[in-house]
């Protein structure tokens, strides 16, 4: 198993029959990890690319048993289509639309919670299971089977990780964009408790960046004791001024609070691997498998590799 989604998760798209939806279902329709359904009101009956179209959710988890979103609704039709797929107990909705009102997000992160489904984003590139599902806009190319999950806050970061990942033998058990936005749906510190709890990862690799509270909070569930699997992180914006926001919408310091260099020496004080650049990333999951001398193997799912085919216990890589 993988968390969030896996290899028997049946993926809907809402937002199918638009220019994005049908380049997301030809991607994945490309990696063997097509759709089972589509969803646009006023469309039920039609296709794309072989994948069925509904007018609603209910119609297609009836016809195919999808249980799992995508949403990509333009935003005049966001908030019906994000309630509609967490009324209908949806276990995951990604949400890739940007720029979403701070009030709606609120709006609809309540709404999730309130029902127990898993919201992903907003600005989430989405999740990726690699070899098992895709609920999201990724380029499957990049990813590849294996022992360490990815917890980012940028998408485009997220690819390049997975790819030096694999490049060094370490494949990929899941890996999700939590999004940009100051308030999203799963935080850094929900997903990363998510891979600790997967028996099929074996340790996490984070991209974070300035602004938010999420990696303080993630230090402070490592030093608790809470999140005992080696975790190797890159801060970006070391040299971001406080109070200009440096990508994202979330990603913006006030004086102190926030900086690149707190989130540092407060993630290194608690335990975590830092990165001074992401290539160093799988240098360090690699000092994390020596440290251990015995466990799981960190690396692809085939066996050794040249750098993430050996073990690691439970405690690895802290310090």
Do not use: W
């Not at 809402?14 to 359904?37: E, H, K, N, W």
């Not at 980012?152 to 997220?158: A, C, K, N, T, V």
């Not at 990929?172 to 510190?189: A, E, K, Y």
């Not at 690799?205 to 999420?214: L, N, S, W």
Request: overall charge neutral; proline content about 5%; hydrophobic content about 45%.
């Amino acid at each position: 198993m993988t968390f969030l989604i896996d290899r028997d998760t049946r993926v809907l798209i809402q937002g199918i029959t638009g220019t994005l939806g049908r380049f997301v279902v030809s991607m994945m329709a490309g990696a063997g990890l097509a759709p089972v359904a589509g969803v646009t009101p006023g469309r039920g009956g039609t296709s794309v690319d072989g994948v069925p179209v509904f007018d609603t959710i209910d119609e297609a988890r009836r016809a195919t048993g999808a249980d799992a979103s995508l949403v990509l609704v333009p935003a005049a039709g966001l908030r019906d289509a994000v309630l509609e797929a967490i009324d209908e107990r949806l276990s995951t909705v990604a949400l890739m639309v940007d720029g979403v009102p701070l009030g709606l997000s609120l709006d609809l992160i309540s709404a999730a919670a309130d029902a127990g489904v898993t919201l992903v984003g907003p600005n989430s590139p989405g999740v990726i299971a690699p070899g098992r599902c895709l609920l999201g806009a990724l380029d499957p190319r990049r990813f590849t089977p294996g022992r360490v999950a990815i917890v980012s806050r940028s998408g485009g970061m997220m690819s390049t990780l997975a790819h030096t990942l694999t490049a060094a033998g370490f494949g990929q058990s899941t890996c999700v964009g939590i999004g940009g936005d100051s308030v999203i749906g799963l935080d850094m510190p929900a997903a990363l408790r998510l891979a600790e709890a997967d028996p099929d990862t074996d340790a996490t690799v984070v991209f974070g960046e300035i602004g938010t509270t999420q990696e303080e909070r993630v230090a402070a569930l490592i030093a608790a004791g809470q999140l005992t699997k080696p975790i190797v992180v890159y801060i970006a914006g070391r040299a971001a001024p406080p109070g200009i926001r440096y990508s994202h919408a979330g990603a913006q310091s006030e004086g102190n609070r926030g900086t690149a260099a707190s989130k540092i020496e407060t993630l290194r004080t608690a335990g975590a691997l830092i990165a001074e650049r992401y290539t160093d990333v799988p240098r360090l999951l690699a000092r994390a498998r020596l440290s251990a001398g015995a466990g799981a193997a960190i690396g692809s799912s085939g066996g050794d590799a040249t750098a993430g085919g050996a073990s690691t216990g439970s405690t690895a890589g802290r310090g």
